[in-house]
């Protein structure tokens, strides 16, 4: 058998088996999120691991939503998953849900009921907790451990039909109260809650835990390697116990095995922490620019080539780690480098009035879309005799090592011409208003003039004063003050809040982004990649920052 060169260790696992004498035919995955918030970067790396299998080894993969616990899960949810999948290029082969398996999962648990091998149990969740103690003693039994199958069958259909008080009893499996693995000491496989389903409704008053629901889940749906992160590893024998309880010797049976986290500097990935952040209005939205989620990142400017590629980089490890969030900035940048079309945007404008240009006189410039790119062809923008620059490009007496311009000192404006500036005009503040300069017609880009060779000690973008179109720039930066806010135990996340991730500016841009529609991706030169933000209008242009050509946070570290 002539089987694909393994790039990482699962790949390895999927070989060995294949090897063993497990049919082809029979490799299934599947990607099992919850639905009670959208997916993040660390859903992503999931994601990548389970459909890059499904590529790699022409298998199907599922899609299959967790759907068991109804206080949390939302229709919404749901949408979004799907949506955020399809953007990323992926395909599933069936939708499922947990939810799809409910009648079957009860059945299951009445014939263990009746095997012996499940009870009704009447304590609360803290009575349970202290009874099973630590790894290094043994639990103590329930009280209700030796209940009768009768009355627990009994107790069970009353759970199932909404006759008892919600919480007043839970469905355990009987397995080993003595067992060094927690998990085994006898776990909650139901619980009772009175709350609709998104999709059930009412039909259900009992839903499942999710080790109970997650490993039958896969035995029904075929699954040959359940791929889960780390902290599930000692859950693993309970998955195996569950399914041995429902299988017989001739099933073909899921085997489950353990990566680690898609954990990335400066970013949470707790769903509980990130719907915190959205309820408290810390950020707006899930798809807020500044969160991890991946319609955040979709609406920051990250391309799904970008996130695949981070995570092909970041490789597929058997231990936690911190990724730098550099790396997922290098990969956006070097994409954008390539397809990005570069255009002129001021972001804090001052006036620069060239005194030698002829008055009403309007130059068309022929300005490359992308040096990287010759297929990507040329714009015109449009040069008059009063222009905008960025104010911190300016100085009146500048230090021998400031290349922009000042006072009788010449440099060039992108595709245009040699500059030098001459006076300036203040407010009563003594903030400059506006900067006076000549320019020379020698000059112009691509002349190839003797004038045009001299030496100069810089080049400018700048946007025409006469012709531009206003723009709003939110400037996003990192949510977090700290490499690692999910890691902190002893500050509240909370506490950890970036107070500058977002500045709205004003600012102007070229009018060739008059037409530039949601999600469109430019490079604003000499300042970092933006993306036309999904509440942009032709009235109002909104950019979001992707990420800065420099990385400003080295210079922090």
Known sequence: MNLPEPSHFIEQIINGD??????KEKLRFRFPPEPNGYLHIGHAKAICINFGLGEKYNAPVNLRFDDTNPEAEEQEFVDSI?????WLGFTWDKECYASDYFQQLYDWAVQMIKDGKAYVDDQSSEEITEQRKTPFEDGIESPYRNRSIEENLELFEKMKNGEVEEGKHVLRAKIDMTSPNMNMRDP??????????????????IYPMYDWAHGESDFIEGISHSLCSLEFENHRPLYNWYIEQVSDENDFTPKQREFARGNVSYLITSKRKLRKL????IVDGWDDPRMPTISGLRRRGYTPESIKAFWDKAGVSKRDNLIDISLLEYTIKDQLNAIAPRVFAVLDPVKLVIENYPEGQVEELIIENNPEDESAGDRVVPFTRELYIERDDFMEEAPKKFFRLSLDQEVRLKGAYFVKATRVDKDENGKITTIYATYDPETKSGSNTEASKRKVKGTLHWVSAEQNIPITVNLYDRLFTVESPDGDKETDFMDLINPNSLEVV????????????????????????????????????????????RDTWAKKK
């Open 506 to 549: 004003k600012g102007y841009g070229e009018p060739s982004l008059k037409d530039a529609k949601p999600e469109d991706k430019f490079q604003f030169q000499r300042i970092g990649y933006f993306a036309v933000d999904k509440d942009s209008t032709p009235e109002n242009m909104i950019f979001n920052r992707t990420v800065p050509l």
């Open 278 to 281: 959205v309820e408290e209005g």
């Open 18 to 23: 294949l090897t063993k004498g497990m049919p």
């Open 188 to 205: 909650v496989m139901y619980r009772t809650l009175n709350k609709a389903h998104h999709r059930t409704g009412t039909d259900w008053k």
């Open 82 to 86: 799907r949506e955020d999948l399809e």
